[in-house]
């Protein structure tokens, strides 16, 4: 049975870090992150490339967040610095299991945490 946990989010002000980590079981997987804003549809965010750890992130969070692997391959955290009051959203931790498939595509994505909040104020 594959599961994917997450912890961290949370409330901060504009400017500040959080930071969110996933854990995955039950497979091995890409491993990657999505976000939905109120409103909004559900967005890429970063993702693993490869098993190596390339990785690659939207626009709109290149060079603000990290995304890294401490707790081994099947495991995902996201380093978020600089926060803007626009990263207000719901973050999902998702898996596929295939390096091979479009990162940013949620539909490459087989597995889905339960969502963690991520509110910034202005």
């Known amino acids: 049975q594959v599961q994917l946990v997450e912890s961290g989010g949370g409330s901060v002000q504009a400017g500040g870090s959080l930071r969110l980590s996933c854990a995955a079981s039950?497979?091995?997987?890409?491993m990657g992150w999505f976000r939905q804003a109120p409103g909004k549809e559900r967005e890429f965010v970063a993702a693993?490339?490869?098993?190596?750890?390339?990785?690659v992130y939207s626009q709109s969070v290149k060079d603000r967040f990290t995304i890294s692997r401490d707790s081994g391959v099947n495991s995902a955290d996201l380093q978020m610095n600089s926060l803007k009051y626009e990263d207000t959203a719901v973050y999902y931790c998702?898996?596929?299991?295939?390096?091979?498939?479009?990162?940013?595509?949620?539909?490459?994505?087989?597995?889905w945490g339960q969502g963690t909040q991520v509110t910034v104020s202005s």
């Open positions: 998702a898996a596929r299991t295939t390096y091979a498939s479009a990162s940013y595509d949620e539909q490459s994505y087989d597995y």
């Open positions: 039950g497979g091995t997987f890409a």
């Open positions: 693993f490339l490869s098993r190596a750890g390339s990785t």
